[in-house]
């Protein structure tokens, strides 16, 4: 298209030069005609021939871009990575089976309060699942999945009342003898127990007769529905009863422990050191008394009130020493007297030990005049304190706890 119009435009000059010159011919002399046109000629040629070269160059010059390819863009190289991380990686734990309880480590009033809890959980359970029976038998049809609703709570309570009996067995084991004023109703609360266990055994019994007869598409016979509700009422008639007799224990227990600390601390001395040695001498017998009363896990009325006497009166001859290290050491056992008489075992025997080691140190201190060997040389062996109590192995309520029947 280029071209062409050059081409028009060096035609279009030659014409207009042509005018021009037949004009000037007509007006002056006539000119050298032959000259002027081979001039235009010669002209026109050249701007011809310069057009063309132009138009050549620019065709050159286009087929060398289109010829020539792109330089293209620098591309990142891509980085591979020659790991394979898993989002749904999983990380299978095997659970470690839960440490059985160590009852020793407990006071009675944590025993107490785990035997509360137990029984608790035990009676909701039970009134739960006696409730689910109650409405899965109410049209006299029992399916399976109203068979399996009554199964859990069933489960729920069969755990419940092994945690009870495990904890009453434990404090049989370790307070009983301490717990003289509710030995009765600790009985009485066992049996009950023991007949809740029972029913839920019963239970389980006919929820698995009811499941087989279920599996074989057989219907239920209403002897068998009648054992279901019937033993449901009876477990919930014992639950009742159960719990009843765990509030009464209870709160005679808390009147039975306060009485109990406070006759230990008011136990009135009789005898006092008149000097420091003696009464060091009297402090490690209260000291020694109650280290091996504890070396059995257990403490009796009787050792408890030997270990009380020990300490009345090692207090009243710290307290008539005017020597404030020996003064000072009279707070610490009413403390230790006290978590005795709390049943608070474990931490009493803790308290022993430290106490032990803060004797140690004042043992060495020149605390004036006392026997010629030493004020410590040979500290007072533990009287006897074997009581007179009805042997417990042979035939007594809770000599041997009832264990729970293995299903």
């Not at 009485?259 to 402090?283: K, S």
């Not at 207090?315 to 008539?320: H, P, Q, R, T, V």
């Amino acid at each position: 298209m280029k071209r062409n119009n050059l081409s028009n435009y060096v035609l279009l000059t030659v014409l207009v030069l042509g005018l021009l010159l037949t004009g000037c011919r007509n007006a002056r002399s006539e000119p050298n005609a032959q000259a002027t046109i081979d001039a235009a000629v010669a002209a026109t040629a050249n701007a011809q021939q310069s057009v063309e070269a132009t138009i050549a160059a620019a065709v050159a010059a286009t087929a060398t871009a289109q010829a020539t390819p792109p330089v293209p863009t620098a591309v990142p190289t891509p980085v591979v990575i020659n790991q394979t991380i898993n989002l749904t990686q999983t990380t299978t734990v095997n659970p470690t089976p839960a440490a059985a309880q160590d009852y020793t480590t407990l006071s009675e009033e944590e025993l107490v309060a785990l035997i509360e809890q137990s029984v608790a959980q035990a009676a909701a359970a039970t009134n739960q699942y006696s409730t689910e029976t109650a409405n899965a038998t109410a049209d006299d049809t029992v399916t399976a999945e109203e068979v399996q609703t009554v199964e859990v709570y069933v489960q729920g309570a069969e755990e419940a009342i092994n945690t009870a009996e495990e904890a009453m067995a434990a404090y049989y084991e370790l307070y009983y003898d301490l717990a003289v004023e509710t030995q009765a109703e600790l009985a009485e609360l066992n049996q009950t127990l023991e007949e809740l266990s029972g029913s839920v055994d019963e239970m389980n019994e006919t929820l698995v007769e009811i499941n087989e007869t279920l599996n074989e598409g057989v219907a239920l016979a209403e002897e068998t529905i009648a054992a279901l509700e019937a033993t449901a009422q009876a477990a919930s008639t014992q639950v009742a009863e159960l719990q009843q007799q765990t509030q009464t224990w209870q709160a005679d227990y808390q009147a039975q422990v306060e009485a109990r600390v406070t006759n230990a601390l008011n136990i009135q001395p009789t005898q006092r050191a008149d000097n420091p040695q003696a009464a060091l001498q009297d402090t490690f017998a209260f000291l020694q008394s109650g280290q091996q009363a504890l070396a059995d896990q257990r403490l009796t009325p009787d050792e408890l009130t030997t270990i009380a006497q020990l300490g009345a009166n090692a207090k009243a001859g710290l307290a008539a020493q005017n020597q404030p290290q020996l003064q000072q050491l009279s707070g610490t056992i009413s403390t230790i007297t006290e978590q005795l008489a709390r049943g608070n075992l474990s931490q009493a025997r803790g308290s022993l030990d430290q106490f032990n080691n803060s004797l140690g140190g004042i043992a060495q201190l020149d605390l004036g005049s006392g026997p010629a060997d030493g004020p410590l040389a040979n500290p007072p062996e533990r009287p006897n304190l074997q009581p007179d109590l009805p042997d417990r192995s042979a035939d007594g309520p809770l000599a041997n706890p009832p264990s729970r029947p293995t299903r």
